[in-house]
C-alpha cells in the first residue's frame, strides 16, 4: 500500500507490561511523527525523526516511553511499564519534510493509529 | 511558538445547512495552515491547506477555508452538509523558520442532524 501503515491496531495490555508500536512511512518521506490522541484531548505531539536522528523529543511523556527509527523507514513507539494512563490511541506519520522554505508546508500523512489499552 | 485555537469543541448542524468551523492561530511569522478531517477509527486526512497566494483556498469533498491575516483566522466553511460529513476536524500552524512539527488545534466534532 501507499500509505501509512501502523501495527498492531489493537493492542490489550496488563498495567507493567512492555508494547512496542510499529509505523511503516510512505516510501521516500523523510520526517516521522508520533502523536497521542486520548478521549477528548485531541493530537499530542510526542517525536519526530528526520531521517533517523531525532531532534525533538520534547513531547516524550516519560522516560518509560522511547522511540527509535532505522533505515530512515520504519519507526517503533516502545512503552515500558506501561500505566493506565497510557491507553491512548497512538498516530504516526510521515512526510516531505526536507529543506527550508519546502518541508514546512509539506502536510502530514497519518497511519490509522494503534489503540492501546491497558488494564 | 505558533499556537492554534479551535473555538467550540462540538458544531451541530442540519443536513444542507451551511458549516462553519472556527479556527484562529497565533504566529509571529507568515504561517502555513491546515485542516485535517479524521472520520470514526481512522487516522487524520488533509482537507485543505494554505501556504502562499490565493487566500481563500478550497479542498476535498466542498470545504473551503479562507486565510484572514488581519484576524489570524483560518476559517473552515461548506456550504451544505452531508450526514457524511460527522468527523473530527482539526486545524493546524506550522512556520518556516522553526521546526517541522506542525501545531494541531484540539479538534471540533462535527454533527450534521437529519
Known amino acids: 500500500g501507499a500509505g501509512v501503515s501502523q501495527s498492531p491496531s489493537n493492542k490489550v495490555t496488563e498495567k507493567g507490561k512492555d508494547v512496542e508500536l510499529r509505523c511503516d512511512p510512505i516510501s521516500g518521506h523523510t520526517a516521522l511523527y508520533w502523536y497521542r490522541q486520548s478521549l477528548g484531548q485531541g493530537l499530542e505531539f510526542l517525536i519526530y525523526?528526520?531521517?533517523?536522528?531525532?531532534?525533538?523529543k520534547s513531547g516524550l511523556p516519560s522516560d518509560r516511553f522511547s522511540a527509535e527509527r532505522t533505515g530512515g523507514s520504519v519507526s517503533t513507539l516502545t512503552i515500558q511499564r506501561t500505566q493506565q494512563e497510557d491507553s491512548a490511541v497512538y498516530l504516526c506519520?510521515?512526510?516531505?519534510?526536507?529543506?527550508?522554505?519546502?518541508?514546512?508546508?509539506?502536510?502530514?500523512?497519518f497511519g490509522n493509529g494503534t489503540r492501546l489499552t491497558v488494564t | 511558538a505558533q499556537s492554534v485555537t479551535q473555538l467550540g469543541s462540538h458544531v451541530s448542524v442540519s443536513e444542507g445547512a451551511l458549516v462553519l468551523l472556527r479556527c484562529n492561530y497565533s504566529s509571529s511569522v507568515p504561517p502555513y495552515l491546515f485542516w485535517y478531517v479524521q472520520y470514526p477509527n481512522q487516522g487524520l486526512q488533509l482537507l485543505l491547506k494554505y501556504t502562499t497566494g490565493a487566500t481563500l483556498v478550497k479542498g476535498i469533498n466542498g470545504f473551503e477555508a479562507e486565510f484572514k491575516k488581519s484576524e489570524t483566522s483560518f476559517h473552515l466553511t461548506k456550504p451544505s452538509a452531508h450526514m457524511s460529513d460527522a468527523a473530527e476536524y482539526f486545524c493546524a500552524v506550522s512556520v518556516a523558520g522553526g521546526s517541522y512539527i506542525p501545531t494541531f488545534g484540539r479538534g471540533t466534532s462535527l454533527i450534521v442532524h437529519p
Open positions: 506519520a510521515s512526510s516531505l519534510a526536507y529543506g527550508l522554505g519546502t518541508g514546512y508546508n509539506s502536510p502530514l500523512h
Open positions: 525523526f528526520q531521517g533517523n536522528s531525532a531532534p525533538d
